[in-house]
């Protein structure tokens, strides 16, 4: 079941009818749960038993986990010393600390053996499971965020936050169909209190949710499909692609990536609002930012969230010094590329990010010795370089992360320059698919850029935006150039690979 589609529309409205007609909350979970199993059974029905049995396990396991840190009945006794005491108290740490890496090592051996099964079959026996040509996927969809959301729970109940009893409760948490493919990346704690003050929408929150819903439908149906077009041939010919190709395909897929995964999480926050529920923002502005670490405090916002939280500080953080600093920020950032793939194209794209950032906190500190440097990088042309270097860097490591296969990524790499384009490339690609010139296809990726600088100027600069009337009024414009505008058969989002 499709986001932008008729079935998600009529699906979402079904649902809604009965929730709010239902007075109880355990009714409304039941609803939300039953709903969300529909609609995953819509895309990968094989992979419920699953997604089920995990939510099961690691509600167990929280419960067992999140028990009270102190030993128990020995507790109770007046008798017992002080000493004897924090003995046993030590003895539950422990227990609890093994508990907590058992789920760990669980969840993480269950994305690895799907991230990593095909790969193992294919070298070793020489049978691919999935491929481009089949229906069936050996991966099944949104299992990375699943699995980060579970390993987010345990730790937070290991480190004092309460754990729930209440399976129906975290089950309607685990899947609920607007974040269960493709995040964002939600806590638990954060939407059990919402469960628990569930009430109507007021009439702005669902002109908000309506409004969330039919922009994001315009990023993903609209703008990302359409660029996607271009992408997809231009890297799909890549010995006929010339380098000026390359470099627009490149730039056309770091908006088309932006706008796809964007557009998707509007759509999926403004479905939860309709829920009473509000999910996590996970875009704010990135490729506005001057700095990678900025990027990644404005890039899936909720992933970096979780990396830095779950990753970055158990490692140590900044608290011990420059170098492991910077050794922690390139470890993180290659189980980032991990995490997304088993390709070594992921790797690579995480080892880019992972030197950046090292490079930025190298800089930071040759700033704080030469004064000159720190006010190069405050003046007007020194931002600017800033964000020309960043957007640059994130921009060509995009490469990887669209063609993981090195091979192609790196023939790529060396076609950006003095490549000449075949004679039939720019026929068949900008004339009969596209119907536009290469200049004019320019003109469209900088009309996109600087329509997303107007915004962003708008939103983060002078804090205006629309008001409530005025995104009523928009919404069913939204709607109706989607359904005039958007490419037949619509790609799937990207982050359903991950």
Avoid at 81 to 108: A, C, P, T, Y
Avoid at 163 to 189: C, E, M, N, V, W
Avoid at 214 to 239: E, H, T, Y
Avoid at 477 to 491: I, K, M, Q, R, T
Wanted: proline content about 4%.
């Amino acid at each position: 079941m499709n986001f932008i589609s008729i079935f998600y529309g009529l699906f979402l409205l079904s649902v809604l009818g009965i929730y709010w007609s239902l007075a109880k909350q355990k009714l409304r979970l039941w609803t939300l749960l039953i709903a969300s199993l529909v609609f995953y059974a819509s895309l990968h029905v094989q992979y419920i038993p699953l997604l089920l049995a995990l939510t099961f396990i690691n509600f167990r396991l929280g419960l067992e986990i999140g028990k009270n840190t102190s030993p128990g009945q020995p507790s109770l006794d007046y008798e017992i010393s002080h000493e004897e005491w924090q003995f046993s108290q030590v003895d539950w740490n422990l227990r609890r600390r093994k508990l907590l890496w058992v789920g760990i090592i669980l969840n993480v051996i269950i994305l690895l053996g799907f991230k990593y099964l095909p790969i193992l079959f294919k070298f070793v026996f020489h049978i691919a499971i999935s491929s481009p040509d089949s229906s069936f996927k050996f991966v099944p969809l949104g299992i990375s965020f699943f699995i980060f959301e579970c390993i987010a729970y345990l730790i937070d109940v290991y480190r004092g936050a309460p754990a729930t009893d209440q399976f129906l409760k975290f089950a309607t948490y685990k899947l609920f169909f607007a974040k269960l493919i493709s995040g964002p990346i939600t806590r638990y704690h954060n939407l059990a209190i919402q469960f628990n003050t569930l009430h109507l929408p007021t009439p702005d929150q669902v002109t908000e949710a309506l409004w969330l819903i039919a922009r994001g439908a315009v990023k993903k149906g609209i703008l990302a499909d359409q660029l996607g077009i271009f992408v997809d041939l231009c890297f799909g010919n890549l010995q006929r692609a010339g380098s000026i190709d390359l470099w627009l395909a490149t730039f056309a897929y770091g908006l088309q990536l932006y706008l796809d995964f964007n557009g998707y999480v509007d759509i999926a926050r403004g479905s939860a609002l309709l829920f009473g529920l509000v999910l996590p923002e996970n875009f704010d502005f990135p490729y506005f930012s001057t700095n990678i670490a900025e990027f990644w405090r404005r890039w899936h916002i909720t992933l970096g969230d979780w990396l830095r939280n779950y990753l970055y500080f158990p490692l140590g953080g900044s608290r011990r010094g420059l170098a492991r600093t910077c050794w922690n920020l390139l470890i993180v950032m290659l189980i980032a590329g991990i995490w997304h793939g088993s390709a070594m194209g992921y790797v690579v794209w995480g080892a880019i990010h992972g030197l950046a950032l090292v490079v930025h906190r190298l800089t930071g500190a040759m700033g704080d010795r030469f004064e000159n440097l720190k006010q190069f990088w405050q003046n007007p042309l020194g931002i600017f370089v800033a964000w020309l270097l960043t957007q640059l860097m994130v921009f060509t490591s995009w490469i990887w992360f669209r063609l993981p296969n090195v091979q192609d990524s790196f023939l790529v790499i060396r076609h950006l320059w003095g490549y000449p384009a075949d004679e039939q490339f720019a026929q068949k690609v900008y004339v009969e698919a596209l119907n536009m010139s290469q200049y004019q296809l320019s003109w469209v990726l900088l009309a996109i850029a600087g329509f997303m600088g107007v915004v962003y100027v708008f939103n983060r600069k002078l804090k205006l935006e629309f008001h409530w009337p005025v995104k009523l009024v928009f919404v069913p414009l939204c709607f109706y150039a989607v359904w005039l505008l958007a490419p037949e058969g619509s790609l799937p989002y990207i982050y359903f690979d991950f």
